[in-house]
C-alpha cells in the first residue's frame, strides 16, 4: 500500500505544478488524516470546533502520517479550534514520535511510522472563498485538473465504512411492509454511494433464525446491492432481534467474508414494533467486537402494547452509547423519503463511531512471568504457553492493542517494551523466543520495575493497561506496597497462581474486586483453562472503564 502511495505521489508530482500562491486549498475534515492527502505539499483549510478530545496527534512537530491534520495543526499552534489554512509538507518515516500535550491537545506516542508530515500557517486568500464547500469540490477550479472526477466504481470515499443491514423478517413486520422495508433499505444504499473505496454493505435477515443474505464482499456496485435487495425473500418467524445481532456481531464481519481492517464496522438493525428476545447481550457482544449499532425503530410500541414488550428499554441496551445518535426512529413504512437522507448521514459520520475502539484493540496488556527455579523448564514452557494464548486473542498493532513481558527472579529481565513488536506474529514469536532464567522470587522488586520501565512510557497513551502476574510460589519481598501502586498508576492486575503461590499474595496484588481478578490452578497444566476468563475479564474491566 505504501509503494501504490509512494507511486501515486510521484506521479502527481510530475503532473503540472500548482501555483503557489495559495490560491488552491483544500477543505477536509477534523479527522482527515496525513496519509489521505497527496505526497509533497498540500495547502489545506480546516474546520472549526473540531472535537478535541477525539483527535489522533502521534508526535510533536513532525507528526506521523496517520495523525488528524487539523489536530496537528492545532497542536503545535498552527491555528486555533476556529478552523484555518495550513500548510502540509510531507516528510520522511520516523523510529518514533513522543507524545507532548500542547494547545488542548494530548499527542500519543508511536514507534516507527512509514512516513510523517509537518503543518505550517497556510495562505489565507482562499480560505473564505472553500469553506461550506464539500469535501469533493474544495479545490478551486484552475482550469487545469478537477480535483476529483466523480468515480462511480470507487464510490463515496468519504463514506468509509463497512455495514450489515439487519432487516426485520419476522411476523410483525409482514409481507406487504416486508417489501417496503426492502424499498427503504435500497434507498439507503443507493445514498451511501457503495464503490470500491467507498462503503460497502451487506444485508441479515432476522427472523426466527438469523440468515445472511449475503455479504460485504459480494457486491461493491450500487446496482448489483439493489438487486440482490430486490431478490430477498420473505422468511418470517418471531422477531428474534438479539440472537440475530449477536449472530452478525460475530459471523459477518470477518477479514474472510470481507470486512477491512481500520474502517468503522455498523450493523443497522430495523425493527418493526419490538423484539421478541432479549438484547442486552447481543448488545454486550456487539461492544466487544467494535460494532457500532444503530437501531432504526418503525412503529414503535403504543402505550397500550408497552405490557407486551418483554424489556421496553431495549433500544439503550442495543447501543453501545446511550446519547440518542445510534438510535432512530420512523412512524411508518410509508412514506420513509425524507428519512433516508438523515440516516445516511449518520452512517457517514466516521467520527461519531465511538464503538469502534474494543477490548481488543485498545489495551496494553504486561505479563510479567515468575523465572525461578521450582517451576523448572517444561512448566515455564506451559506458562510461556499461557502468555501467548492470551495475546493472540487481542488485534495488536501500532494504533491497536500491544504486549510487554518482563521475567523475574530476585532480579528483572525486560524480555519486550509494549513498542518493540507491534503485530501479533513477532510479539508469538519473541514470547516464544524467552530463554528461562531460573532463581529466586522477588515479586514485589518485580511489580515495581515493570510499573516504572515498562509501563512508564506507555501511561499517557490511548490504550487501557493490564498486568497479568504469572508466579507459582512466595515471594521474598513484599508485594502489596508494589501492587498498590501499580494500581494507583492506572494499571489493572490480575494475579495468576500455580501450584505453591498462596491465595493471600495472589488477592493482595489483585485489583479490585479481588475475586474475578485472582486465579489460580494447582497444576500448570490447568493454565490453558483459565485463557478464556483472563479475556473475558480484560474485556470486562475496558467496558466498565467507558460506561
Ligand atoms: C457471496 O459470496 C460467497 C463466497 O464467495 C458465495 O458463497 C455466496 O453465494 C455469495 N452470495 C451471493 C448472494 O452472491
Not at 226 to 252: D, P, V
Not at 331 to 338: A, I, Q, S, V
Not at 391 to 398: G, T, V
Not at 498 to 508: F, G
Request: with cysteine.
Amino acid at each position: 500500500m505504501w509503494l501504490s502511495v509512494l507511486l501515486l505521489g510521484a506521479f502527481l508530482l510530475s503532473g503540472p505544478v500548482r501555483g503557489s500562491d495559495g490560491s488552491a486549498s483544500t477543505a477536509i475534515t477534523c479527522f482527515t488524516r496525513g496519509l489521505d492527502l497527496r505526497k509533497g505539499t498540500e495547502d489545506v483549510l480546516c474546520p472549526a470546533n473540531c472535537p478535541l478530545w477525539q483527535f489522533y496527534v502521534f508526535g510533536d512537530g513532525v507528526y506521523a502520517s496517520l495523525s488528524s491534520v487539523c489536530g496537528a495543526a492545532i497542536h503545535s499552534g498552527v491555528i486555533t479550534n476556529t478552523g484555518g489554512a495550513v500548510k502540509v509538507q510531507t516528510l520522511p518515516g520516523q523510529e518514533s514520535y513522543p507524545a507532548v500535550n500542547a494547545n488542548g491537545i494530548q499527542s500519543q506516542v508511536l514507534s516507527r511510522w512509514a512516513s510523517s508530515f509537518s503543518v505550517t500557517a497556510g495562505a489565507k486568500n482562499a480560505a473564505l472563498e472553500a469553506v461550506g464547500r464539500s469535501v469533493s469540490t474544495a479545490r478551486p477550479s484552475t482550469g487545469k485538473r478537477p480535483k476529483k472526477t466523480l468515480d462511480k466504481k470507487a464510490g463515496n470515499k468519504d463514506c468509509k465504512a463497512d455495514i450489515a443491514f439487519l432487516i426485520d423478517g419476522s411476523y410483525n413486520i409482514g409481507q406487504r411492509r416486508f417489501n417496503l422495508q426492502k424499498n427503504f433499505v435500497g434507498k439507503v444504499a443507493v445514498m451511501l454511494g457503495i464503490g470500491t473505496e467507498g462503503p460497502h454493505v451487506g444485508v441479515v435477515q432476522a427472523s426466527e433464525h438469523p440468515k445472511i443474505e449475503f455479504y460485504l464482499k459480494n457486491f461493491t456496485a450500487t446496482k448489483e446491492v439493489l438487486f440482490a435487495i430486490k431478490e430477498l425473500g420473505f422468511r418470517g418467524g418471531n422477531s428474534n432481534t438479539g440472537k440475530a445481532l449477536k449472530y452478525t456481531a460475530q459471523k459477518f464481519f470477518s477479514l474472510e467474508n470481507g470486512a477491512r481492517k481500520g474502517i468503522p464496522k455498523i450493523i443497522v438493525v430495523f425493527l418493526d414494533g419490538w423484539p421478541s428476545d432479549d438484547l442486552e447481550e447481543a448488545g454486550i457482544v456487539a461492544r466487544e467486537f467494535g460494532v457500532n449499532v444503530f437501531i432504526v425503530s418503525v412503529a414503535k410500541p403504543t402505550t397500550e402494547e408497552l405490557g407486551m414488550v418483554q424489556d421496553i428499554g431495549f433500544v439503550d441496551k442495543a447501543v453501545c452509547r446511550n446519547n440518542g445518535f445510534f438510535s432512530y426512529q420512523m412512524p411508518t413504512w410509508f412514506g420513509t423519503t425524507k428519512y433516508v437522507k438523515p440516516l445516511v448521514q449518520k452512517l457517514c459520520s466516521h467520527e461519531q463511531m465511538l464503538c469502534s475502539k474494543t477490548c481488543y484493540n485498545s489495551v496494553n496488556i504486561g505479563f510479567l512471568i515468575d523465572g525461578s527455579s521450582s517451576i523448572g523448564e517444561i512448566n515455564f514452557r506451559l506458562m510461556l504457553e499461557f502468555v501467548s494464548n492470551v495475546a493472540k486473542a487481542f488485534e495488536i498493532s501500532d494504533i491497536g492493542s500491544k504486549v510487554a513481558a518482563v521475567q523475574f527472579t530476585y532480579n528483572q529481565r525486560k524480555e519486550f517494551g509494549f513498542t518493540d513488536h507491534v503485530t501479533k506474529e513477532k510479539v508469538l514469536s519473541a514470547i516464544h523466543n524467552i530463554q528461562y532464567m531460573s532463581g529466586g522470587t522477588a515479586t514485589g522488586d518485580a511489580i515495581s520495575f515493570t510499573t516504572r520501565t515498562v509501563f512508564g512510557p506507555v501511561k499517557d497513551g490511548p490504550n487501557k493497561n493490564f498486568l497479568i502476574v504469572l508466579t507459582d510460589g512466595q515471594s521474598y519481598d513484599d508485594v502489596t506496597g508494589p501492587a498498590a501502586a501499580a494500581k494507583k498508576a492506572g494499571i489493572t492486575v490480575f494475579s495468576v497462581g500455580v501450584a505453591w503461590a498462596p491465595l493471600d499474595d495472589l488477592k493482595e496484588m489483585a485489583s479490585e474486586p479481588r475475586e474475578s481478578h485472582t486465579f489460580f490452578t494447582r497444576e500448570f497444566t490447568g493454565l490453558e483453562q483459565m485463557v478464556p476468563d483472563i479475556i473475558r475479564g480484560i474485556c470486562k474491566d475496558y467496558l466498565d472503564s467507558k460506561q
